[in-house]
């Protein structure tokens, strides 16, 4: 399995720019709702985000959902899947900023750690995976009847139970998971999925990633996937990487990229 999460899982950049969706209550949760820029245009599939630690109203996410829908033109959802209750964004730029950067949040950083373990316990499987379960399926029943399909977008919390959900989706991207079960998770896959990994990822490091592609490549009779690992990416680089620093700003958009494109193939009506 992967690494027990550490302070890499509270690091990050908040990044800046101005949201174009809206928040709605989407099958029971309040959910940040990314249309495609044309609305006369037909929407070509739905991406339901799953957010790492710091929720739906982190606004790399939001940002993130609406380039998803400018590109790909997607319907994309943002779901509270934490209950109201994401780990702080102090944490982040302020105490646990990535390298190259001072924290500057000493209450942060005292008291980060603690508080970062409590989330855990209290975001645990049997309390969080029911919640999301339940959306999931109420949206394919949704999507059904419309003859729509589901893609699943996870990033680092959510990364694993992106590849969960593979019972009530079309295509999954997971970027970076945390908890990920390696080999049980991945051997149960059971729809084309697409993975961003850091090579520096202490969470998911490349013992464990070359474990996954070796489960992959006995499937690939069966099931479509990919692994790409981005050189010199640490964990959480796909949505909190510093777009100040060219190499992690690459990090950022290649990502970006590569999920647009697997949910352009895999989503889009033929």
């Known amino acids: 399995?992967?690494?027990?999460?550490?302070?890499?899982?509270?690091?990050?950049?908040?990044?800046?720019?101005?949201?174009?969706?809206?928040?709605?209550?989407?099958?029971?949760?309040?959910?940040?709702v990314a249309s495609p820029a044309d609305p006369s245009s037909p929407v070509k599939g739905t991406v339901v985000i799953i957010a790492d630690a710091f929720g739906w109203d982190f606004i790399n996410l939001r940002l993130l959902a609406d380039s998803y829908a400018r590109r790909g033109g997607f319907r994309v959802l943002l779901p509270d899947f934490h209950s109201g209750k994401s780990l702080s964004k102090d944490h982040l730029d302020l105490a646990f900023p990535m390298p190259g950067r001072t924290p500057t949040n000493s209450i942060a950083l005292v008291t980060g750690i603690p508080q970062f373990l409590y989330w855990l316990w209290s975001h645990r499987q049997s309390v969080s995976l029911p919640i999301i379960t339940t959306f999931f399926a109420s949206l394919h029943a949704e999507q059904s009847r419309i003859a729509a399909r589901t893609g699943v977008a996870g990033f680092c919390w959510g990364g694993r139970y992106a590849v969960l959900m593979h019972d009530h989706v079309d295509a999954i991207y997971a970027a970076h998971p945390s908890f990920l079960q390696v080999p049980a998770d991945v051997a149960a896959i059971s729809?084309?999925?697409?993975?961003?990994?850091?090579?520096?990822?202490?969470?998911?490091?490349?013992?464990?990633?070359?474990?996954?592609?070796?489960?992959?490549?006995?499937?690939?009779?069966s099931l479509e996937s990919e692994v790409i690992v981005y050189e010199g990416m640490?964990?959480?680089?796909?949505?909190?990487?510093?777009?100040?620093?060219?190499?992690?700003?690459?990090?950022?958009?290649?990502?970006?990229?590569?999920?647009?494109?697997?949910f352009t193939k895999h989503l889009h009506a033929e």
């Open 191 to 221: 729809k084309p999925v697409s993975f961003a990994l850091g090579e520096k990822d202490t969470v998911l490091p490349m013992p464990q990633i070359e474990k996954l592609k070796g489960v992959l490549s006995k499937k690939k009779d």
């Open 234 to 262: 640490p964990h959480s680089f796909a949505v909190r990487g510093n777009p100040e620093i060219e190499e992690a700003k690459k990090g950022l958009e290649d990502s970006e990229t590569q999920a647009v494109e697997w």
């Open 1 to 32: 399995m992967s690494q027990l999460p550490s302070t890499c899982c509270m690091r990050g950049s908040i990044h800046a720019g101005s949201t174009t969706g809206t928040e709605q209550v989407v099958h029971g949760l309040q959910t940040y």
